[in-house]
T-cell receptor, first 114, second 115 residues
Framework: GAGVSQTPSNKVTEKGKYVELRCDPISGHTALYWYRQSLGQGPEFLIYFQGTGAADDSGLPNDRFFAVRPEGSVSTLKIQRTERGDSAVYLC????????????FGEGSRLTVL | AQTVTQSQPEMSVQEAETVTLSCTYDTSESDYYLFWYKQPPSRQMILVIRQEAYKQQNATENRFSVNFQKAAKSFSLKISDSQLGDAAMYFCAYRNTGTASKLTFGTGTRLQVTL
């Protein structure tokens, strides 16, 4: 596609449920990033993929969060046993080259945990 | 760890006027990248301008320019001839060079543009 696509745009769930957020990067971009943006804050890094492997997952807050990118394209962020504190906008970005550093962002998935 | 600070939660500018958004950062690295991103209500982060630390010349993109002061670790954004479409959240961001390509963002400045 022309840009980074994220689905769903909005997700409302109940505390304790499992959710999956999907990111479809720009075609040909090998690097993919997940960020979390809480209300009134800047985006916070979660995880970075180079190809299929997670090159840096140091931003994942705990073991309830997991992300995969099995074929080096689409990525899924998985959150188990959701908590109210997980409510945020989850942004995905992709990049053609880690050298230039320019990231192209999607419009994010807003997660609300009731 | 690197940190990015934006001390202006909100700024306002009249249409056609000039406004400057401030950003400071902390790092022990000598080579890195700095960015300004714009986030409209659509939530999509849009790159406005970037600066490589090894370049002394300040970056310019049309009405947007930066004042990069490496010794002071300051990276301000100047928007000239402000337009209504410039109204958005603006985030300053830092990235090291090298393969660990994560961006570190500030908390943002909300820019209002008035008639």
């Amino acid at each position: 596609g022309a840009g980074v696509s994220q689905t769903p745009s909005n997700k409302v769930t109940e505390k304790g449920k499992y959710v999956e957020l999907r990111c479809d990067p720009i075609s040909g971009h090998t690097a993919l990033y997940w960020y979390r943006q809480s209300l009134g804050q800047g985006p916070e890094f979660l995880i970075y993929f180079q190809g299929t492997g997670a090159a840096d997952d140091s931003g994942l807050p705990n073991d309830r969060f997991f992300a995969v990118r099995p074929e080096g394209s689409v990525s899924t962020l998985k959150i188990q046993r959701t908590e109210r504190g997980d409510s945020a906008v989850y942004l995905c970005a992709s990049s053609l080259s880690w050298v230039t550093g320019e990231l192209f962002f999607g419009e994010g998935s807003r997660l609300t945990v009731l | 760890a690197q940190t990015v600070t934006q001390s202006q939660p909100e700024m306002s500018v009249q249409e056609a006027e000039t406004v400057t958004l401030s950003c400071t950062y902390d790092t022990s690295e000598s080579d890195y990248y700095l960015f300004w991103y714009k986030q409209p209500p659509s939530r999509q982060m849009i790159l406005v301008i970037r600066q490589e630390a090894y370049k002394q010349q300040n970056a310019t993109e049309n009405r947007f320019s930066v004042n990069f002061q490496k010794a002071a670790k300051s990276f301000s954004l100047k928007i000239s001839d402000s337009q209504l479409g410039d109204a958005a959240m603006y985030f300053c961001a830092y990235r090291n060079t090298g393969t660990a390509s994560k961006l570190t963002f500030g908390t943002g400045t909300r820019l209002q543009v008035t008639l």
